[in-house]
């Protein structure tokens, strides 16, 4: 019942975000409230690392807050943050790869997938299986992986995809039409079973 | 209709997201086209795949909101940053740490001399090897055989003068016993000397006779108990066999009995059974 009022509250965050424009920092608290497990999730499946997702997250939240005032249409407030936490997504992801010289070691998660592929056993157990896919979706390039948040995590039309990314319909349909497609062959690659799946 | 087309027409029908009569229209294309329809139920199933990753329970953390813009209580992003330079920070702590506890415990690693010092507190260099030249060392070694052959010279004297001591001690020892054999050897006559060899020929009797009255009469004491001990033996062995006999015969009456109960069972079937034939 909760999660029900919630979700609707969530698609009506117009008055929070009218308030906020004026100054009023309760109404922003409450706005964040609302939407930040949404945007961490979409933090954590795009980078499939939570530290990365929260750091994400709150940048989004720190760049909502400074740039609210700039958005004309409080209608489009969903996604215009969208765009704004794919942009941070996309910003966090270049930094991690300018850092990637300092790292001294193997990335965590290339290892972790890697111990999932070499114990079988282990992929029968739900929250396995559901690692794996996170894996995967992570390996997708980048166009092919935002379509796919979008559309299959966050239940956005393709029309509103194509608001949010600023390409056409037709565009986001075969985005992802392909990473489907591209998470299908990567899962037969690695000698899943996805029937199993 | 190219296949760009037709792929977006399949995501648009998997999402459903088309107008009932569009709906209706792939659907009969999709009946005509096992291939389509195969790769409709394949991305399904990836779909279906995709469903596995739930959404996780976050906590939000605490944010304060400024005029100067927004500033995070929890500081993730230093932290992150921190992150990269953690194995330097690692190596630079623990440097601190070794020089802290070098500090402390006073270790130092000193060189002298060609030679290298390595311990805690002070140092000591009491022990610092000297560096002599060819001549001083060769001066060092005749001075210490000067002083061992002043050794030994002194050591030989004094014992050759503790010899002549003891050679002429002796020498006046030997005069006196010749004196006393010869005076023992007058005194003592052979009926002295009998007399005193019979006298201990009858102490070992005695002594003799003694040990064999002891022996037997402690052997007699063994042989006594040894007996006592095997007669408790036969006798309980015999009480033991005598229980054996008696429950042997009980078993035996047990089985005679649960025989005779037994045959008499089987005849009075054999007589119902004749009985019931007859009848």
Same mark, same amino acid.
């Given at each position: ?7 609707? =509250?969530?698609?009506h965050s117009?008055?929070?975000? /009218? ?5 009023? *920092? ?10 930040f &497990? ?16 929260? /750091? =994400? ?20 407030? &969903? ?7 794919? *942009? ?8 991690? &790869? ?22 079988? /056993?282990?992929?029968?157990?739900q ?13 997708l390039? #980048? ?6 948040i979008?559309?299959?995590? /966050? ?9 949010t ?12 039409y ?9 899962? #037969? ?5 996805? #029937?199993?799946? | ?21 569009? +709906?209706?229209?792939f ?19 990836? +779909? ?23 500033? @995070? ?21 623990s ?19 060609? %030679? ?38 002194? +050591?030989? @004297?004094?014992?050759? @003068? ?30 002295e ?54 429950? %042997? ?31």
């Open positions: 019942m909760s999660e029900t009022l919630r979700d609707i =509250a969530l698609y117009e008055c929070l975000v /009218e308030k906020s424009q004026k100054g009023d *920092n309760h109404a922003f608290g409450k706005l964040v409230g609302l939407w &497990k949404r945007i961490y999730n979409v933090g954590l499946r795009y980078f499939g690392d939570h530290d990365l997702a929260m /750091e =994400a997250t709150q940048r989004t939240f720190i760049a909502v807050y400074n740039n609210l005032h700039g958005l004309k249409d409080v209608k489009r407030f &969903k996604y215009w943050l969208y765009k704004v936490a794919l *942009n941070q997504c996309h910003e966090e992801e270049r930094r991690q &790869k300018r850092k990637t010289w300092f790292s001294l070691f193997q990335n965590d998660d290339v290892r972790r997938m890697e111990e999932v592929h070499f114990q079988p /056993e282990r992929e029968f157990q929250k396995e299986t559901e690692e794996i896919m996170g894996n995967i979706l992570k390996t390039p #980048e166009e092919q992986k935002v379509v796919i979008m559309k299959e995590y /966050e239940g956005m039309k393709f029309r509103e995809i194509a608001e990314l600023g390409i056409s319909e037709n565009t986001a349909k075969s985005r992802l392909y990473g489907l497609k591209s998470l299908r062959k990567t899962i #037969e690659n690695s000698g899943l079973n996805l #029937e199993y799946i | 209709m190219g296949k760009e087309d037709f792929n977006q027409e399949l995501i648009t029908y998997l999402y459903d997201e088309m107008s009932t009569e569009e +709906r209706q229209q659907e009969i294309a999709m009946e005509n086209n096992p291939e389509l329809k195969k790769e409709f139920e394949e991305l399904k199933a990836m +779909r279906k795949g995709l469903a596995l990753i739930q959404d996780k329970e976050v906590m939000e953390p605490f944010f304060l909101w400024g005029k100067n813009g927004a500033a @995070s209580w929890a500081t993730a992003f230093r932290r992150r940053s921190l992150l990269m330079f953690r194995p330097f920070i690692a190596v630079a702590a440097l601190v740490i070794v020089m802290l506890i070098g500090y402390l415990t006073n270790f130092s690693v000193t060189v002298q001399d060609q %030679s290298l010092f390595i311990g805690f507190n002070k140092v000591n260099n009491k022990n610092k090897a000297t560096t002599y030249t060819k001549e001083e060392v060769a001066a060092l070694v005749n001075q210490e055989i000067a002083r061992n052959n002043a050794y030994i010279f002194t +050591r030989l @004297s004094e014992t050759e @003068s503790n010899f002549d001591t003891r050679f002429a001690a002796l020498e006046t020892q030997d005069d006196d016993t010749g004196k006393r054999t010869d005076l023992l050897a007058n005194v003592v006559t052979q009926n000397l009998d007399v005193f060899l019979t006298q201990v020929r009858n102490n070992n009797l005695k002594v003799l006779q003694s040990y064999l009255e002891s022996s037997s009469v402690q052997q007699q004491d063994y042989f006594q108990a040894v007996l006592r001990e095997f007669s408790t033996y036969v006798e309980n062995q015999r009480e033991e066999d005598l229980r054996l006999i008696r429950r %042997s015969l009980v078993e035996l009456q047990e089985n005679q009995q649960a025989q005779k109960a037994e045959t008499d069972q089987i005849l009075a079937n054999i007589l119902t059974t004749v009985n019931y034939q007859n009848n």
